[in-house]
């Protein structure tokens, strides 16, 4: 799916719990397939998902597996971030960007 871009399909393997860190014959992941297809959208989306996994570390700059992740309990609840949430930290980098590079913030905006 990842290598022929159909991008629906991703999301509906990934909604249940498909390994995303698999690799093929050749040692390359869904992530790897995607980028080399030319569907950098479905890559960019492997690659957060890799990211933020309890099964991944970063050491030495590199993305690691860990050897036992922590498997999520009945009590997880999880949501994901409420709208408010995305535009305080929008409003945030916004503010960041234009303090860092000291211009005013529709420049910032313009450049985000």
Do not use: W
Not at 7 to 25: P, R, T, W
């Amino acid at each position: 799916a990842a290598s022929s871009g159909i991008k629906q399909c991703v999301d509906i393997l990934i909604a249940h719990g498909a390994y995303i860190f698999g690799e093929n014959s050749l040692n390359m992941t869904p992530c790897e397939l995607a980028e080399k297809s030319g569907h950098s959208n479905i890559a960019r989306l492997l690659e957060t998902k890799m990211v933020f996994s309890d099964e991944v570390t970063v050491r030495e700059g590199k993305l690691m597996l860990n050897p036992n992740p922590i498997p999520p309990t009945q009590d997880d609840h999880f949501s994901g971030l409420k709208q408010q949430d995305i535009q305080e930290a929008k409003d945030r980098l916004l503010i960041d960007t234009a303090d860092m590079l000291n211009v005013e913030m529709g420049s910032a905006d313009a450049l985000l």
